[in-house]
Protein backbone atom coordinates (compact mmCIF):
# COMPACT_ATOMS: atom_id res chain seq x y z
CA UNK A 1 0.00 0.00 0.00
CA UNK A 2 2.74 2.31 0.88
CA UNK A 3 4.02 1.37 -2.50
CA UNK A 4 0.96 2.60 -4.34
CA UNK A 5 0.78 6.18 -2.71
CA UNK A 6 4.80 6.67 -3.36
CA UNK A 7 4.01 5.32 -7.11
CA UNK A 8 0.98 8.01 -6.88
CA UNK A 9 2.99 10.59 -5.85
CA UNK A 10 5.95 10.20 -8.23
CA UNK A 11 3.46 10.43 -10.79
CA UNK A 12 1.70 13.63 -9.41
CA UNK A 13 5.02 15.48 -9.34
CA UNK A 14 5.88 14.20 -13.05
CA UNK A 15 2.52 15.58 -14.45
CA UNK A 16 2.72 18.67 -12.66
CA UNK A 17 6.85 18.65 -13.98
CA UNK A 18 5.81 18.23 -17.34
CA UNK A 19 2.86 20.50 -16.93
CA UNK A 20 5.17 23.39 -15.64
CA UNK A 21 7.81 22.43 -18.24
CA UNK A 22 5.22 22.73 -21.26
CA UNK A 23 3.65 25.91 -20.12
CA UNK A 24 7.03 27.60 -19.99
CA UNK A 25 7.61 26.38 -23.63
CA UNK A 26 4.20 27.42 -24.71
CA UNK A 27 4.84 30.75 -23.03
CA UNK A 28 8.30 31.16 -24.60
CA UNK A 29 7.31 30.31 -28.03
CA UNK A 30 4.14 32.51 -27.92
CA UNK A 31 7.28 35.28 -26.95
CA UNK A 32 9.54 34.48 -29.58
CA UNK A 33 6.46 35.04 -32.00
CA UNK A 34 5.20 38.01 -30.67
CA UNK A 35 8.81 39.47 -31.26
CA UNK A 36 9.18 38.49 -34.32
CA UNK A 37 5.56 40.65 -35.51
CA UNK A 38 5.81 43.08 -32.96
CA UNK A 39 7.82 46.60 -33.95
CA UNK A 40 10.19 47.88 -31.26
CA UNK A 41 9.30 51.61 -32.10
CA UNK A 42 5.44 51.06 -31.69
CA UNK A 43 5.39 48.10 -28.99
CA UNK A 44 2.41 45.84 -29.13
CA UNK A 45 1.84 46.64 -32.97
CA UNK A 46 2.83 44.53 -35.48
CA UNK A 47 4.05 45.99 -39.02
CA UNK A 48 2.13 45.88 -42.00
CA UNK A 49 2.90 45.29 -45.90
CA UNK A 50 1.34 46.86 -48.80
CA UNK A 51 -0.91 45.45 -50.82
CA UNK A 52 -0.66 47.61 -53.94
CA UNK A 53 0.06 51.73 -54.62
CA UNK A 54 -1.54 53.72 -57.22
CA UNK A 55 0.61 55.59 -60.14
CA UNK A 56 -0.67 58.67 -61.69
CA UNK A 57 0.83 58.39 -65.62
CA UNK A 58 0.97 62.11 -66.81
CA UNK A 59 2.30 61.36 -70.46
CA UNK A 60 2.01 58.10 -72.68
CA UNK A 61 5.39 56.22 -73.08
CA UNK A 62 7.53 53.19 -72.44
CA UNK A 63 7.81 52.70 -68.23
CA UNK A 64 9.21 50.26 -66.06
CA UNK A 65 8.26 48.58 -62.58
CA UNK A 66 11.55 47.08 -60.85
CA UNK A 67 11.80 45.17 -57.39
CA UNK A 68 14.78 46.16 -55.51
CA UNK A 69 16.07 43.93 -52.73
CA UNK A 70 18.63 44.52 -49.95
CA UNK A 71 21.49 43.06 -50.17
CA UNK A 72 24.08 44.39 -48.56
CA UNK A 73 25.06 47.79 -46.89
CA UNK A 74 27.32 48.96 -49.49
CA UNK A 75 30.63 48.33 -51.18
CA UNK A 76 33.48 50.85 -50.40
CA UNK A 77 35.71 51.07 -52.96
CA UNK A 78 38.62 48.83 -51.55
CA UNK A 79 42.05 49.45 -52.90
CA UNK A 80 43.00 46.09 -51.96
CA UNK A 81 42.47 43.79 -54.86
CA UNK A 82 41.28 40.53 -53.01
CA UNK A 83 38.81 43.08 -51.42
CA UNK A 84 37.65 43.58 -54.14
CA UNK A 85 37.11 40.32 -55.62
CA UNK A 86 35.32 38.91 -52.14
CA UNK A 87 32.64 42.10 -52.58
CA UNK A 88 32.17 41.06 -56.40
CA UNK A 89 31.26 37.12 -55.63
CA UNK A 90 29.07 38.55 -52.55
CA UNK A 91 27.25 40.17 -54.89
CA UNK A 92 27.27 37.71 -57.79
CA UNK A 93 25.97 35.12 -55.28
CA UNK A 94 22.76 37.78 -54.05
CA UNK A 95 22.02 38.11 -57.82
CA UNK A 96 22.11 34.15 -57.88
CA UNK A 97 19.35 34.16 -55.32
CA UNK A 98 17.25 36.65 -57.36
CA UNK A 99 17.68 35.24 -60.45
CA UNK A 100 16.73 31.35 -59.17
CA UNK A 101 14.88 31.83 -55.59
CA UNK A 102 11.61 34.56 -56.91
CA UNK A 103 8.66 33.60 -58.41
CA UNK A 104 5.27 35.48 -59.43
CA UNK A 105 4.11 38.29 -61.08
CA UNK A 106 3.25 42.03 -61.14
CA UNK A 107 0.04 42.98 -61.80
CA UNK A 108 -0.78 46.38 -63.35
CA UNK A 109 -4.41 47.38 -63.70
CA UNK A 110 -5.98 50.52 -65.33
CA UNK A 111 -7.85 52.07 -62.29
CA UNK A 112 -10.66 53.44 -64.19
CA UNK A 113 -11.72 50.00 -65.93
CA UNK A 114 -10.88 47.88 -63.32
CA UNK A 115 -9.16 45.62 -66.10
CA UNK A 116 -5.88 44.06 -66.03
CA UNK A 117 -3.44 46.73 -68.20
CA UNK A 118 -0.30 44.41 -68.28
CA UNK A 119 1.70 41.58 -66.45
CA UNK A 120 4.51 41.58 -65.43
CA UNK A 121 6.30 37.64 -64.93
CA UNK A 122 9.00 37.22 -61.89
CA UNK A 123 11.30 35.68 -63.09
CA UNK A 124 10.80 37.74 -66.56
CA UNK A 125 11.27 35.41 -69.42
CA UNK A 126 13.90 35.60 -72.59
CA UNK A 127 16.48 37.99 -73.44
CA UNK A 128 15.19 40.55 -70.91
CA UNK A 129 17.25 39.13 -68.16
CA UNK A 130 19.96 41.32 -66.63
CA UNK A 131 21.35 42.81 -63.38
CA UNK A 132 20.12 46.13 -62.39
CA UNK A 133 21.47 47.85 -58.82
CA UNK A 134 19.99 50.94 -57.12
CA UNK A 135 21.49 53.10 -54.15
CA UNK A 136 18.99 54.08 -51.82
CA UNK A 137 19.14 55.91 -48.88
CA UNK A 138 22.45 53.34 -46.93
CA UNK A 139 22.31 50.22 -49.15
CA UNK A 140 22.21 49.17 -52.44
CA UNK A 141 19.90 47.14 -53.61
CA UNK A 142 19.77 45.03 -56.48
CA UNK A 143 17.72 43.98 -59.13
CA UNK A 144 16.73 41.73 -62.12
CA UNK A 145 15.86 43.56 -65.11
CA UNK A 146 12.05 43.36 -65.65
CA UNK A 147 10.83 44.09 -69.40
CA UNK A 148 9.47 47.72 -70.45
CA UNK A 149 6.30 48.26 -71.28
CA UNK A 150 4.11 50.89 -72.75
CA UNK A 151 1.32 53.24 -71.78
CA UNK A 152 -0.40 54.89 -74.20
CA UNK A 153 -3.35 56.37 -72.09
CA UNK A 154 -2.16 58.68 -69.30
CA UNK A 155 -4.19 58.27 -66.32
CA UNK A 156 -3.98 56.22 -62.70
CA UNK A 157 -2.91 52.32 -62.63
CA UNK A 158 -2.84 49.73 -59.57
CA UNK A 159 -0.09 47.64 -59.48
CA UNK A 160 -0.41 44.77 -57.32
CA UNK A 161 2.57 42.47 -56.28
CA UNK A 162 2.09 38.64 -55.92
CA UNK A 163 6.20 38.16 -54.84
CA UNK A 164 7.36 34.71 -53.28
CA UNK A 165 10.66 33.69 -52.33
CA UNK A 166 12.49 30.35 -51.22
CA UNK A 167 15.19 32.56 -49.95
CA UNK A 168 15.75 33.52 -46.34
CA UNK A 169 17.58 36.61 -47.41
CA UNK A 170 14.86 37.58 -49.76
CA UNK A 171 12.33 39.02 -47.86
CA UNK A 172 11.43 42.40 -48.17
CA UNK A 173 11.68 44.79 -51.64
CA UNK A 174 11.73 47.82 -53.05
CA UNK A 175 9.06 48.76 -56.19
CA UNK A 176 10.15 51.05 -58.56
CA UNK A 177 8.16 52.55 -61.38
CA UNK A 178 9.30 55.30 -63.72
CA UNK A 179 8.98 56.38 -67.12
CA UNK A 180 12.08 55.29 -69.97
CA UNK A 181 13.13 58.40 -71.47
CA UNK A 182 14.07 57.72 -75.35
CA UNK A 183 17.91 58.59 -75.63
CA UNK A 184 17.80 59.42 -79.54
Request: with cysteine.
Amino acid sequence: MMYYFVFIKGLIIMCLISTICFISLSLSTAAEIQTQNESTEYPSMNKISPRQFVVNVEKKGMYNVRILFSGWDGFNQPSDENTRKKDYQKMQVLYKKVRNDLKGRILIYDFNTRSLFHEIEIPPTGETRYQDEMYIIDKYEISEGTPNFEIKKPGRYVIIPEIYSRSDELTDYTLSFRRIYNTK
